[in-house]
């Protein structure tokens, strides 16, 4: 297999603090090479072997792709009057997503998928190498299950969420859809689904359905994740926590308990950044709860209702500039700790035997990507050892 080597980085960010400086192990004047799909040397340019090829990144950053471990593909449509409405005044609410679901029930396979590789592209090209992407706005079980069957032909990390908001055929019999979503839903949508999912929060489900669910879900061999705590502080993280979520997502609103729990667990506590912004909610106190030694990731959320984004460098320049997070730290959140929240060890890390998903920006340093908010910093993407994005 051919040998391609990435040399004249002036920064290499490969999270192992064994390798480099700081938490995020940085190498400077650093070389990289991989074969196939995996990296098989990292360290100064100096010492870098000889390899088949040779590209000259001319003092460039490169880190680890961005890992998404958060974002709503599957859907049609948009909601920008709704966007609009807010930001004149209006409050951001849990049933808005059966506008969506309305679009999407209506829309064909061709335009879901059309939907989706538009926007996989665009994840691409902000430098997100891994992604997760839910259903949740089908809420019927043929809905449900092509959404997810659709979105698993582009990515593994495929979660079942027919549990984002009871649809409006279920308004008087919230405890019908809860049977369905546990039952005929999930046998169709357990096949092309790794995870499982449940709103927990006002005007969606509360502590004891969500439980029911991801119980349901557990036991047909899906792996819970929570939305939690975005609207209200409620039992969202407990559940996470109890039921050994990988991750407890939002985090919006947070007790003293909550921080105890998410820091005393395995469950990543994943804050969505684009949510707060576009809904126009204070941002949660991230700065607690790393100080309390919780891990933290952040994702995209990217759905047409709180959080229409693309960008994990805008997500970055949001979460250094509003939730108090260190550039470092952010990028650390948005590699390393997107994958913990996935359960992934062979992503977000720029190290030997690691998947070769690597972003090489245009500027010297990874602090640019909060420093120049707004600014397309994006040079060159590989995805398993192929090139996305051209260099530009
Ligand atoms: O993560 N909170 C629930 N789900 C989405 C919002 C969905 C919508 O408004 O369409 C979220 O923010
Ligand atoms: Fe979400």
Known sequence: MAATALVNIGTLVTNDATLGNGT?????????????????????????????QRIDLAGRAVLPGFVDS?????????????????????????GGIRSTVAMTRAASDAQLQENLTRLVNELYSTGITTFETKSGYGLTVADESRALA??????????????????????????GYVDLVTHEMLTACAPHAKWIDVFCDRGAFDGDQARAILRAGIDQGLMARVHANQLQAGPGIQVAVEMNAASADHCTHLTDTDIELLAGSNTVATLLPGAEFAT?????DARRLLDAGATVAIATDCNPGSSYTTSMP?????AVRDMHLTPDEAVWSATL???????????????????????????PSHVHLAYRPGVDLTHQVWVGGRAHRVAS
């Open 24 to 52: 995020l192990g940085v190498i400077e004047n650093a070389a990289l090479i991989f074969e196939g799909e995996q990296i098989t040397w990292v360290g100064p340019a100096t010492e870098a072997p000889i390899a088949d």
């Open 70 to 94: 958060h974002a709503h593909l599957m859907f049609a449509g948009d909601r920008s009057a709704e966007f609009a409405a807010r930001m004149a005044g209006s409050p951001y609410h849990a």
């Open 150 to 175: 659709i979105a698993s032909t582009i990515t593994p990390e495929t979660t079942y969420l027919g549990a984002h908001v009871v649809p409006a055929e279920f308004a008087d019999d919230p405890a």
């Open 280 to 284: 126009r909610s204070p941002y949660p």
């Open 314 to 318: 805008f997500c970055i320049a949001v």
């Open 337 to 363: 700790g997107g994958a913990r929240a996935l359960r992934r060890t062979d992503v977000g890390r720029l190290t030997v035997g690691a998947r070769a998903d690597i972003l090489a920006l245009n500027a």
